[in-house]
């Protein structure tokens, strides 16, 4: 396992002709598995922003828009040619009829990888935080505002300061840091719908061995204070949970 270059991140909405079972059915039983005979795809997992989730998300002005699933695949060297695979696989399947239609993209990319870190209770390497079992995730997405004068120092703050508060709440295993999409997905169908600002997005992954929820009460504040006055645009900040085969209830009218 080479170390990880990218982490191609996905926000998805399933839209409104579309059934979550049957999405789940197909991305976790079908369209997963079949990532993984590329080489350079090296970690693939999912995430879902359950109802209950989205009601501990932290209320921002511009959210990122409806989506219900996060999914990470993370990625080693050669980059482009892992890229240029993932995205041969994807054709060839919607080619014979394995792709699900009632689906939408709101954020999509191939990141830089920035940062790993683990809470020191954990024990293992940051690096191998994402292949620890994991309960859900805590989510944080941003843009830096247009004047970046003081964003350097900010993003100084982040990673000596604020992220190491975070890995003092009990639940979060470790973070892994994202930045600047470099690498675009050609042949994707759904491009952003402005790609100028999806260049300047940042992403922070959370890893969590406690319940995302209770988490998240902890988690929410410390983000909203490090965002207070800061020099960037808040997206997303919000628990997700961690997918477990076949159990796709979340929005059925009775759960």
């Known amino acids: 396992m080479g170390a990880v270059k990218v982490g191609f991140i996905t926000l998805t909405e399933v839209t409104g002709d579309g059934d979550h079972r049957d999405y789940n059915a197909w991305h976790q039983l079908d369209h997963m598995p079949e990532q993984f005979s590329i080489p350079g795809v090296v970690c693939g997992q999912r995430w879902v922003l359950a109802p209950a989730c989205a009601e501990r998300a932290v209320q921002i002005e511009d959210p990122l828009g409806t989506f219900h699933y996060l999914t990470m695949y993370l990625m080693t060297e050669p980059v ?9 696989v994807r054709e060839r399947l919607a080619k014979l009829g394995r792709f699900y239609d009632h689906r939408r993209a709101r954020l999509s990319g191939a990141w830089v990888f920035l940062e790993a870190l683990a809470a020191p209770r954990s024990l293992v390497a940051p690096e191998v935080i994402p292949y620890r079992p994991n309960r859900g995730i805590y989510v944080v997405v941003d843009e830096p505002l247009p004047d970046t004068s003081s964003l350097d120092e900010y993003l ?12 003092e709440v009990p639940g979060v295993a470790g973070i892994w840091s994202f930045a600047t999409r470099r690498w675009a997905f050609a042949k994707s169908e759904d ?27 902890t988690v929410g504040p ?21 997918i477990t085969p076949w159990q796709w209830d979340w929005f059925d009218p009775a759960s």
């Open 222 to 242: 410390l983000v909203e204070e490090h965002w207070a006055g800061a020099p960037v645009r808040p997206r997303f900040a919000g628990p997700l949970l961690t």
């Open 156 to 167: 100084r703050l982040r990673h000596t300061d604020h992220f190491p508060q975070l890995l």
């Open 191 to 217: 491009p952003p719908a402005d790609p100028d600002a999806q260049d300047a997005t940042r992403i922070t992954v959370a890893f969590l061995d406690e319940d995302p929820l209770e988490v998240a009460a």
């Open 80 to 88: 482009q040619e892992t890229l240029d695979e993932f995205a041969e």
